[in-house]
């Protein structure tokens, strides 16, 4: 019973982080000077690409210990219109000046791949991410693995989620690679890998390779 009321006192406990809500646009980021740069930049018309390589080049100076510009940085944007910009003049002349490589030329001739995001049903909601070739899909994995379980408020609820996304990091690690195999993923295997996850604690099951596991820790 003290259990249930601390729970239930849990829950009711205000936010200290308060409801913010954008009449225009949004920027959300690590860093509050990362957010106002990518904000002046929509303010003086860039959309939401040009807005996320602003952060993100913010980033790479203010939170240099946990985000560098030469990463990985797969996103999901919703694009108004599309449109040509100046910028790949300045980016040639700058390389032009400081005996850089890259030419106009070389900028006009490439294009970013675009994808349609992958997507699921996760109890009424309809959740998108990136395919295959990121982690995205171990999210919407791990979503409809726990789908078919009642998590309730419990000790267990914290274990399944803490290990689905392990689990599914394995899986990815076996099936994911550059062919189309998302279309396997939800039907067949999210049965599969909630059998493995034991509800009683928080490790791996017996017979794991201890050499994965610091690998799935460090996503």
Partial sequence: MAAKRAVKM??????????????????????????????RVLD???NAVD????????????????VSFAGVAPTLIYLRKEDRGPIADE??????????????????????????????????????????????IVLLETLKILEGFDHGYNPGR???EVNMPREVIEEMRQLGHDVD???LYPASN?????????????????????RREGYALAW
């Avoid at 030329?105 to 791949?113: K, M």
């Fill in 181 to 183: 195999v998302w279309p």
């Fill in 190 to 210: 999210a049965a599969v890998c909630a059998v493995k996850v034991d509800p009683e604690t928080g490790m791996r099951h017996a017979g794991a390779d201890p």
């Fill in 91 to 136: 980016v040639a002349a700058y390389h032009a000046r400081n005996k850089g490589f890259v030419t106009k030329a070389d900028l006009a001739g490439f294009e970013v791949p675009v994808e349609s995001s992958i997507k699921i049903n996760y109890r009424g909601y309809e959740v998108h991410s990136c395919d295959v070739w990121c982690q995205g």
């Fill in 44 to 46: 003086r018309g860039g």
């Fill in 10 to 39: 849990a829950m009711q406990a205000a936010s200290p982080r308060p409801t913010l809500v954008g009449l225009h646009q949004a920027v959300a980021s690590g860093h509050y000077l990362a957010t106002l740069a990518g904000m």
């Fill in 51 to 66: 807005a996320g390589v602003t952060v993100a080049m913010a980033l790479a100076v203010l939170q240099p210990d946990m």
């Fill in 158 to 160: 914290l274990n399944l």
